[in-house]
């Protein structure tokens, strides 16, 4: 709102004022006051909420700029403004099903906050500890709580937590209500065989698989209901574990990393998700590739170029 509007609006609204005390025959000269301090405020806060709708505005792509060169088999970019309709910044293959690797842990630990209680205690099996890897530093016999369990799962992506924390109600059971819970959530490219996300040993089986844009759904939904999972995945380490998503150490984007998970088999080469506070912190961007051999190069250009491709 410019000087002039502001000043036009004051003299209105205490020319009524002026009126309004003739008409009435009040000659207190404090309501005289009372209504210039109303004008005042009326306009202060009318720039506030046009100052505000300029802020909504919505990110626009920049005149010529070229696509990236995302050589990612599917990758998807998409900007979550709490309360708002979301936006699509860059898509591509985005409802291909591919194999995702240890991005499964994200339903693997939602599952297990629906289905457990946070202190209810997780057997250490045998079988667990036989899982490809040994990251999570799990032993034999050990028992956790759910939400320690979460750490050693996100962090470190353990086999060993993810097949521990299915196992507590049988693994079939768990895997059954993973992929209910992709049904009720309308995820229709995703599947899930496993809790951990390893390829089959029989390779005529398939792999778990979702879609680029089914994962940042996926990661749309937890962040919302179960905002403690992100907070686990934004921490470089927790006791002995390290985080594996190296943009959480060190990324040199002006805008703040809301967490990630990484994921790397054979079949789904590498896999990443990313969650970024936005340019002039308009919400949050979920960022998703699969299927490379470089999941953090092709992640930096996919950022890059929402961040530098659009006005914001």
Same mark, same amino acid.
């Given at each position: !709102? ?15 004022? *002026? ?8 000659? !207190? ?10 004008? =005042?405020?009326?306009? $202060? ?25 995302? =050589? ?14 979301? #936006? ?5 293959? #985005? ?51 759910? #939400?320690? !369990? ?103 984007? =002006? ?18 998700? *990313? ?18 051999? $470089? ?6 250009? *996919? ?10």
């Amino acid at each position: !709102m410019t000087r002039n509007t502001k000043i036009f609006l004051g003299a209105c609204l205490t020319s009524f004022a *002026l009126w309004f005390l003739v008409g009435t025959g009040i000659s !207190m000269l404090k309501d005289l006051f009372f209504w210039h301090e109303l004008a =005042r405020l009326s306009a $202060d806060s009318s720039a506030d909420a046009l100052q505000k709708q300029l802020e909504e505005i919505r990110p626009t792509l920049k005149s010529g700029v070229a696509a990236p060169d995302i =050589r990612a088999a599917a990758a998807f970019s998409f900007l979550v403004v709490p309360g708002r309709e979301g #936006q699509v910044l860059f898509a591509k293959n #985005q409802d291909r099903a591919l194999p995702i690797a240890s991005l499964t842990k994200l339903m693997t630990a939602l599952v297990s906050l629906e289905s457990y209680g946070p202190e209810e205690q997780i057997l250490v099996s045998a079988k667990a500890l036989a899982e490809e890897g040994d990251q999570g530093k799990l032993l034999k016999g050990q028992t956790l709580s759910v #939400q320690e !369990m979460l750490y050693p799962l996100l962090l470190e992506s353990s086999n060993d937590a993810a097949t521990a924390l299915a196992e507590h109600i049988g693994q079939e059971h768990f895997i059954n209500r993973m992929n209910h819970r992709a049904d009720t959530l309308k995820l229709t490219n995703t599947l899930f065989v496993n809790p951990n996300g390893l390829d089959p040993e029989n390779p005529e089986k398939l792999p778990n698989l979702s879609s680029a844009k089914d994962l940042a759904e996926l990661a749309v939904f937890i962040k919302r209901e179960h905002p403690e999972v992100f907070k686990i995945l934004v921490l470089p380490e927790f006791g002995p574990y390290v985080n594996t998503n190296e943009f959480v150490h060190s990324n040199g984007w =002006r805008t703040k990393v809301l967490g990630g998970k990484t994921g790397q088999t054979d079949l789904a080469q590498g896999t990443l998700i *990313l969650l970024l506070q936005s340019p002039k912190n308009k919400g949050y961007t979920v960022n998703v590739i699969l299927g490379t051999g $470089d999941r953090f190069g092709e992640m930096r250009k *996919l950022v890059d170029w929402t961040h530098d491709g659009y006005i914001w």
